[in-house]
Structure formats: C-alpha cells, structure tokens
C-alpha cells in the first residue's frame, strides 16, 4: 500500500528510493517515540496538482519540533518546495504526505542532539475512516496536557491512540471516542469529534486536543455558512442521541457517525447541516487548495 520498488522518499538532505532507506537502532525516536510528524493531503484541483494548507501543517510541524526540543531547522518554504519535488518525483497527485523528524543515537532521557528530516507520500483518493461510523466510548483517556504537550503531534502520543482504537475495534466497533482525564468529550484516536443539535455544532474546546488543521477549516466553513458553532467541554451523554455528529481530520476528511454506544444519530445525514459542511469541505480541497 505505501511503497514499491520505485517509490521516491526524501531522507536526510537527499531522495532516495524507498526501499533504500535505513533506520538507526540507536535512534531515540525508535526506541522512546521522540519524533514528531504532519498528515497532509494533496489534490487533483482546478489549479493542478495542490497541497492543501502546506503552510499552516508545516508550521505546526515546526512548532511541535520546538515543544520537543527536536532542533530542527528547516523553513516552511523549503519544505514545502521539497514536498512538491517529491509528489513530482513520484507521479502523485491524489496523495497522502508524511513529514516525519527523527532523532540521532541517544540513550539519555534528554533534548535530541540532531534531527533527520523524512517526507514520505503514498497515492490515496480517500479517508481510511468509513462513512456511518458506529462509534463507542473508549476507557482509555486522552493524555494529560499536564504530562504531555498535547497540541503538539509527537509519535510517542499515538501508542495511546493504537490502544483506543484497537480496543473499539475488537468490540465490534469503527471507532473510539475518547475522553479527557475530567470525562468530557476529547477527540476519536486520531481525528476531532464534531455533533449537531437544533442546527448547532458542537466542538470541544482546546484543552486536552490537538487542535486540528481540518477543524479549524470546518470552523472557517461554518462562518461562511452561517452554521452556529460552539467550542465547550461536554460529556458523551450530551452526544448520544443528537441530530448528527462527525469525525474529521486530513486523512478522513469528514467521516459521518452512524452511532455512539449503539444509540443512533436522529436525523437524516443529507438533511443536517453537518453534510453541508461536509460537501462544503470536499469542494474546498479540490478547487480552492492552496
């Protein structure tokens, strides 16, 4: 699914065939979960080939680099312009981008000493997550932001999502719906959570998630749209049971929920606003990538 033979990466200053590449077993990052990384999606737009929100993924990229003392010194134009040469390379368009940051040999529990820079990309036309989600309340909780930098997207963060997620799915469900260490609504293991009542979303708000890229657009929809969006801490007893409710990120786009803890949304998904939002959406990254 992810590389072949030919497949082209870019690792440490240099592109380099995929199956070329090699990883140090000393390497903090292998043996703690000290890296950092960024999902991000190119389209086929009007404009050509186009990734969407380049800029504000790779700041962030930067940004949570900087919350792990991961020295890390690239701008976010080269690594745009570096991004680009490799979907070209590579004959992509419809393609998910993987920027990931390494660290250099350390057995110490300190700040890495020297970043290596990979972005990998794999061709993929749609979300991994299925629409009409049946989704459950997960007993694991999202991270303390007491213990953790939340708001940055660190590998090691994600063995906490594998957890969630995997257990919903041996319980015969799509998804998990996670909370935070004070029971309110976070976020799914790897996506921001969005419901609908009385023409309404609700979002939580900043605190224990990280704050997405795709949320912040669905936000920017929603003012456009003149849809009323409220960022609050809420309890999954608040969701079950409303008009509507979603998943979205850059990998699943916006992902409509079927059901939490087996009790239904209400109403139909084409008569919510939440599907507008999620046409809305679609259309962005597809004429208006940027």
Known sequence: MYYNDDTVIYFDGKFMKAKDAGMDLYGQSLHYGYSVFEGIKSYTTDQGTR??????????????????????????????????????????????????????????????????????????????????????????????????????????????????????????YDEALVLDENGYVAESSGANVFYEKDGILFTPAKGSILPGITRQTVMEICNELNIPVQETFFKPEEMRGADAGFFCGTAAEIVALDSLDDVPFTKDWKATASEKVQQAYLKRVRVLSL
């Open 51 to 172: 990734i969407f929100k380049a800029k504000e993924h790779y700041e962030r990229l930067k940004r949570s680099a900087e919350l792990m003392h991961i020295p890390f010194e690239y701008s976010v134009e080269q690594l745009t312009d570096l991004t680009y040469e490799l979907l070209e390379r590579n004959g992509f368009s419809d393609a998910y981008i993987r920027p990931l940051v390494t660290c250099s040999p350390n057995m110490s529990l300190s700040k890495g000493k020297k970043s290596y820079l990979s972005l990998l990309a794999w061709e993929w036309n749609n979300g991994y997550l299925a629409d009409k989600m049946k989704i459950m309340t997960s007993e694991f909780q999202r991270p303390n932001p007491k213990a953790f930098k939340v708001e940055a997207k660190v590998g090691g963060h994600y063995v906490n999502s594998i957890l969630a997620c995997q257990d919903a799915k041996d319980k015969g």
